[in-house]
């Protein structure tokens, strides 16, 4: 599965961003998602996962009430809805694919799968 994020930008704190990551090569909805971010100079980190069906959600707890992780498989898209984004938000954010019929871990050790990256600015 080839993957591609898009909708990141520059916004200012408080503002709400919806991220996309189009999937394509390979059946979407047999694979957990998740989604990860790198901010400069510091290590990737989880954002927020969903199982193969959406029926199983987590969040990292920076980001837990305010980002929503969702997945239309009928046209092989993942999405991230930030609402009331904080400076600490500023990273790259990366999708990618998991396990086959996996659960929405929080370790990239068990994504095989990434996308290029879109970048999200927020200032104060």
């Known amino acids: 599965v080839q993957l591609q994020a898009s909708g990141g930008g520059l916004v200012q704190a408080g503002d709400s961003l919806r991220l996309s990551c189009a999937a394509s090569?390979?059946?979407?909805?047999?694979?957990?998602m998740g989604w990860f971010r790198q901010a400069p100079g510091k290590e990737r980190e989880f954002v927020a996962a969903?199982?193969?069906?959406?029926?199983?959600?987590a969040y990292a707890d920076s980001v837990k009430d305010r980002f929503t992780i969702s997945r239309d498989n009928a046209k092989n898209a993942l999405i991230l809805q930030m609402n009331n984004l904080k400076p600490d938000d500023t990273a790259v954010y990366y999708c990618?694919?998991?396990?086959?019929?996996?659960?929405?871990?929080?370790?990239?050790?068990?994504?095989?799968?990434w996308g290029q990256g879109t970048l999200v600015t927020v200032s104060s």
């Open positions: 969903i199982s193969k069906t959406g029926g199983s959600t």
């Open positions: 990618a694919r998991g396990k086959v019929l996996g659960g929405p871990s929080s370790s990239q050790y068990e994504y095989y799968s």
């Open positions: 090569g390979g059946t979407f909805s047999v694979y957990a």
